[in-house]
């Protein structure tokens, strides 16, 4: 699992990054709200803990901004602030628990794995983008506009969730390879051109006209002209 910290307070954001490695979680950390956001909107995390009075930008722009581009990643606010009011608005806006400093280490770990399970509970079965439907319980591509529809590969799968979660942004390589494959895997790179390319010839036996564009030097985006 992959947690992202933004915390700006140096020594707790490495005390918290050293208790959720010691509980093998993958973690990277930020320092201000505005490369955490930038690092969160990549969509390659499980969990975001995020500190709310920080430079740059607050916790509360970090999560407004997440959840207007459709990132749903869970996030666990931390604060110093104990008042109800900061702890119903953090909540409202998007966060899904809130825990005041200081907070005890098995609460921490116990909320993250809280959020994250209920986040497994509610993924969507059915995405949609463009013509296509992706049936994530049937691991099936179904085009809305002929009724066709082709089975597809657990990896496939993945590849295509996460392209239509980012639909109208570009997803790096970089990105896809550590989400679906990670780092310490034996695959090669170029395994996300071959299954770029079984997703491309899917998508043309089903007469879908979304397509998979190669963005050069940046990665790929879904993309759907339909002439009216």
């Given at each position: 699992?992959k947690?992202?910290?933004?915390?700006?307070?140096?020594?707790?954001?490495?005390?918290?990054?050293?208790?959720l490695?010691?509980?093998n979680?993958?973690?990277t950390?930020?320092?201000?709200?505005?490369s955490?956001?930038n690092?969160?909107?990549?969509?390659?995390?499980?969990?975001?803990?995020l500190d709310?009075?920080?430079?740059?930008?607050?916790?509360?722009?970090?999560?407004?901004?997440?959840?207007s581009e459709?990132?749903?990643t869970?996030i666990l606010?931390?604060?110093?602030?104990?008042?109800?009011?900061?702890k119903?608005?953090g909540?409202?806006?998007?966060a899904d628990?809130?825990?005041?400093?200081?907070f005890?280490?098995k609460e921490?770990i116990?909320?993250?794995?809280?959020?994250?399970r209920?986040k497994?509970?509610?993924?969507?079965?059915t995405?949609?983008f463009?013509?296509?439907?992706?049936?994530?319980?049937?691991?099936?591509?179904?085009?809305?506009?002929n009724?066709?529809s082709?089975p597809?590969?657990?990896?496939?799968?993945?590849?295509?969730?996460?392209?239509?979660?980012?639909?109208?942004?570009i997803?790096?390589?970089?990105?896809?390879f550590?989400?679906i494959?990670?780092?310490?895997?034996d695959?090669?790179?170029n395994?996300?051109?071959?299954?770029?390319s079984?997703?491309?010839?899917?998508l043309?036996?089903?007469?879908?006209?979304?397509?998979i564009?190669s963005k050069?030097?940046?990665?790929?985006?879904m993309?759907?002209?339909?002439?009216?």
């Amino acid at each position: 699992m992959k947690i992202l910290i933004v915390e700006d307070e140096y020594a707790l954001a490495d005390a918290i990054g050293q208790t959720l490695k010691n509980c093998n979680y993958s973690i990277t950390i930020c320092n201000d709200g505005l490369s955490g956001l930038n690092e969160a909107l990549t969509g390659v995390y499980d969990c975001i803990v995020l500190d709310i009075m920080m430079p740059k930008m607050n916790g509360y722009q970090v999560i407004k901004e997440l959840r207007s581009e459709n990132i749903k990643t869970p996030i666990l606010l931390l604060s110093a602030k104990s008042e109800v009011e900061s702890k119903v608005y953090g909540l409202d806006i998007g966060a899904d628990y809130y825990l005041t400093k200081p907070f005890a280490t098995k609460e921490l770990i116990a909320t993250i794995r809280a959020i994250t399970r209920r986040k497994e509970q509610i993924i969507e079965s059915t995405l949609t983008f463009g013509d296509i439907e992706l049936k994530m319980d049937q691991c099936e591509l179904f085009c809305l506009a002929n009724q066709q529809s082709i089975p597809i590969s657990n990896k496939e799968l993945q590849l295509l969730e996460m392209l239509i979660s980012n639909k109208g942004r570009i997803v790096s390589k970089d990105t896809i390879f550590e989400k679906i494959w990670g780092y310490d895997s034996d695959a090669e790179y170029n395994s996300i051109e071959v299954y770029i390319s079984f997703l491309r010839k899917k998508l043309s036996v089903i007469d879908s006209e979304v397509k998979i564009k190669s963005k050069r030097g940046l990665g790929y985006c879904m993309e759907y002209s339909h002439d009216s």
